[in-house]
């Protein structure tokens, strides 16, 4: 039986837009274009910790391998990045494999899956929740399917100020005084990078008694 893909689609606010050639701290000796902090209109993407994989116990308040009913993890996350507009629109795709231990009969499993859009490594900005549906043939132990989530970032929220770009791209010799000076060693700087910096992250939802199991096994 076919899989049902689940989308969420989430508009978010800004992300960093400073282009460049060059990586975190190179200096060009001979034309001397400074140091440079490399960094993409688009957010990066993975999976929090403790959230990649749930556990369906059977009783539910059973902690026990014997109560363990269904187990899922996520992965294959994969993302595009479509920037060429005023608006910044990232896809995020997965797969969910899951098993089962009683395979009897057919059975159809939901479970709930979340986006979420974090600022500076730490502040939660934005967050959906989505649901991936599972099928079991009769007989079987093991189904998978696929979802996804989508933000749209506005081009506009992404800019940093023209103060906190020219520093960051203000040109260097060797043999100056700043030369081997990282523009991000200031405090100024480094607070506005990391504002303008987001992250896409996917995870399964789950109740603190599952976090807690996932932490702790």
Excluded at 32 to 50: E, K, L, M, Q, W
């Amino acid at each position: 039986m076919p899989v049902t893909a689940s989308k969420i689609v989430l508009p978010v606010i800004a992300l960093l837009l400073v282009s460049g050639c060059a990586k975190k701290g190179d200096i060009d000796l001979s034309g001397g274009v400074g140091i440079t902090a490399v960094r993409s209109a688009c957010p990066t993407v993975g999976i929090p910790a403790s959230t990649g994989d749930i556990t369906i116990f059977d009783p539910p308040a059973s902690r026990e391998a014997s109560a363990i009913d269904v187990t899922a993890s996520m992965t294959n996350v994969r993302s595009t990045c479509a920037d060429a507009t005023n608006d910044i629109v990232t896809s995020v795709t997965f797969e969910v494999r899951a098993s089962r231990v009683r395979a009897d009969a057919a059975r159809d499993v939901t479970l709930p899956y979340f986006i979420t859009v974090v600022r500076g490594g730490s502040a939660v900005v934005a967050k959906r929740i989505g649901r991936v549906n599972l099928h079991f043939d009769a007989g079987q132990t093991r189904a998978s399917t696929s979802g996804q989530a989508s933000s749209i970032i506005a081009r506009s929220a992404a800019t940093l100020p023209d103060e906190v770009k020219a520093k960051l791209t203000q040109k260097r010799k060797a043999g100056d005084s700043d030369a081997a000076v990282d523009p991000l060693t200031a405090p100024e700087i480094r607070q506005a990078v990391q504002r303008a910096t987001f992250e896409a992250l996917v995870g399964f939802q789950l109740t603190d008694d599952q976090l807690k199991y996932n932490a702790t096994r």
